[in-house]
């Protein structure tokens, strides 16, 4: 009797544990479907009321200087369109964003309607099926063409895949090189305009102390991350690390004799730190406190940088091979519209991306943060030239975009980019010569990208 | 008659009560952790890649994502990476705890302050101390860099970029960051041992070192098996300041299963493949921890004999 209600017992609990299973296998599935009705119900509601609310998440933190712009121009827009409300979400950073969206996508639910992501994750935003092309409203626009050509072609390029347009240019930047410009003064020393004067030039602004100690270094580069400032040295050479969306080209021997350089400048003219400089962090105080004469960061900091430093800051393009020739390349965010997002809300975005890139709102964030206005028109503007008089260096920074070559981009793009990571570091390590490095890298993505190659 | 019916109905009360009593936390466990589990084994048979469109749809493709893995010679050096992270960690940060918790089970004037002193990395976030040790990692100025040459280091200092420092530096937080949290084990063991052996022991004329090796050391047995289960379970899954320190890098010099896991995931979008690291995460983990308590009984059964 005792054995039977013992088993009695654990048949119950196998009962109830495998009916508890069984639910908690329904309920993900339940749970769009009952968002959907949900949504129909809004909708509904929507088209007899026309309220739309939408959302849009922000590769920054709540607590960040650009939070407070968006908000700002988000209620600008509520003005304008009383209909439209805008939810900006601060999401941290630009992973934040990509992990929180695919979170959301992968378990089922409504993505935001626009989000701000990296312009290079273009193909796999694609190839994931996440994002729609904008060609049909920027179509229906009146002067839809004209809207476009307004961009700087070179922000625009991470927006095309197949002949349509997929992303709109927000948050853009560029590669700079920051130096002291009193300190040139001082050393008598030419602003470089060659690999070989860059070299030289850092190499004489390297300090040590009596201990052999170096209390200055002539230019730190980070390389913790390394692709993106890599990037400016085999522009500079004539080429770039991939042809096409399915193409690398690191084995390039212009690609190689760049890594070389970069090793150079350590090995040879003992102008910067050996090996990978984790010090994307620590560049820019070191720069603002004299512990580094030349820097290369993001046009990014450049606000911060001329605020922290007590000397003259010039700002540059990395030098090219050749003399008199100068090499960036673009960085930084896109717009970016969500698939499965429901009509009225799409058009809603839509028109937040129209009023959002209007000039005026693409010089004032510009001169607030720092980021290249992404819109020729913007420059136009009173404000804008106002501003480029009062702070010579954002005026430089709009120069230089025309050496600035397309930020590296790809399919299935964080592991090509990973392999290249790791065989760029062998490199700059010493672990592998810059020939055997690039060759393996370029074996190794190839074979990842053969999934791409014949769609 | 009457009798049997009470005593059984008092038998079913007393069987019934623990189990409704440990069901909540078994359903718990069994929703969270052996459900996904038994579906992760599922899916690592299938290939499912999200970012590429035409594999999109999960096809079966055997043990081919494991065939895959253990070809692979980053798989190869993120398992060498895990095998010398885990068998540095754990060791070295529970000697020191228990070394840590033997300093401080002392009756001096502002123990207080070393013990908080030894326990505080534990109260801050992973995330947080990590960043702090980045700047600590900094070459020539940083802090650790600084303490390391008072005491006459000459050697390379960019400790998160070089890839013969990496994964020691990711080890130096980990170490520093766990062994306090121990101690904290080994002093509540400590103050529950019985007093009447140890004065046995004094009037025996033991000395220190063979009274800790002979009577502290085995009696803490217990305590020892827990600690180095919970060790060896963080040293997998606590990742927070590879993400902060390394990114796995310099060329995977720092990567470990749990972080490579994480890439394979949600970076390279490789449900199949991240499925199958995830399911021989579980195995050394589950092997590890019936291993070390088999050990640890059999230990037991031998003494008792």
Known sequence: MKMFSKKLLLVLLVLVVSFSIVFAGCAPKKAPQQNNNQNNQQNQQQNTQKEVTIQIYFPVSTLAPEAKLLDSYAAAFHKEYPNITVK???????????????????????????????????????????????????????????????????????????????????????????????????????????????????????????????????????????????????????????????????????????????????????????????????????????????????????????????????????????????????????????????????????????????????????????????????????????????????????????????????????????????????????????????????????????????? | MAKTVVNKHADLKSSIIPWLLILPTFIVVLMFTAWPTVLSIYQSFFRLKLNVPRFRVPTFIGLQNYVELFKSPTFHQVLWNTIIYVAGVVPISVILAFLFALLVNRAIKGIGFIRLGFFYPTILPMVSAATVWMYFFTPNYGLFNLFLQWFGYHGPQNWTGNPHLALLAVMIVAIWKSAGYFMIFYLAGLQNLPTDVFEAADIDGVNYLQRLWYITFPLLRRTTLFVTTIAFIDGFQIIDHIFVLTQGGPSDASNVLLYYLWEMRFNYQDVGKSAALTVILVAFILIFTIGNFALSERKEDRRVA
């Open chain 1, 88 to 455: 900006p979400v601060y999401s941290g950073g630009y992973t934040d964003v990509e992990k929180a969206i695919k979170t959301v996508i992968n378990g089922g639910g409504e993505p935001p309607a626009l989000a701000i992501m990296l312009a290079t994750d273009l193909y796999d935003l694609i190839d994931a099926g996440y994002i729609v092309p904008l060609d049909s409203y920027i179509n229906s626009m009146p002067n839809g063409q004209a809207y476009l050509n307004d961009f700087f072609p070179q922000f625009l390029a991470n927006s095309k895949y197949e002949g349509k347009i997929w992303s709109i240019p927000f948050q853009r930047s560029v590669a700079l090189m920051y130096y002291n410009a009193d300190l040139l003064k001082e050393n008598n020393l030419p602003v470089p305009d060659s690999w070989q004067s860059l070299a030289e030039v850092t190499s004489k602004l390297t300090k040590k102390d009596k201990d052999g100690k170096v209390v200055r270094w002539g230019i730190e580069w980070p390389s913790g991350w390394p692709y993106w400032l890599f990037q400016p040295l085999a522009i500079g050479n004539g080429t770039n690390i991939f042809k096409g969306p399915a193409q690398m080209n690191f084995n390039d021997p212009r690609v190689i004799e760049a890594v070389q350089y970069y090793i150079d400048l350590s090995h040879k003219y003992h102008a910067m730190p050996e090996g990978v400089q984790k010090n994307w962090n620590t560049a820019v105080p070191d720069f603002e406190n004299g512990r580094a004469a030349f820097i290369l960061h993001s046009t990014s900091g450049l606000n911060g940088i001329l605020q922290g430093s007590k000397f003259n800051v010039g700002v540059m393009a990395v030098p090219g091979k050749k003399k008199g020739t100068y090499a960036t390349v673009t960085g930084g965010g896109n717009i970016y519209m969500f698939k499965n997002v429901p009509k009225e809300k799409q058009d809603a975005a839509w028109k937040f991306i129209e009023f959002v890139t209007q000039p005026k709102y693409v010089a004032d964030f510009s001169i607030n943060t720092g980021y290249i206005a992404t819109r020729k028109s913007a420059y136009d503007l009173d404000v804008m030239k106002q501003h480029l008089k009062e702070v010579p260096q954002a005026a430089k920074v709009k120069e230089l975009l025309k050496y600035a070559g397309p930020e590296f981009s790809c399919h299935d793009l964080a592991q090509v980019r990973n392999i290249f990571h790791k065989y760029l570091q062998a490199a700059y390590n010493g672990q592998m010569t810059p020939k055997a490095a690039m060759d393996e890298a370029q074996k190794e993505a190839q074979a990842i990208l053969k999934d791409f190659q014949n769609p």
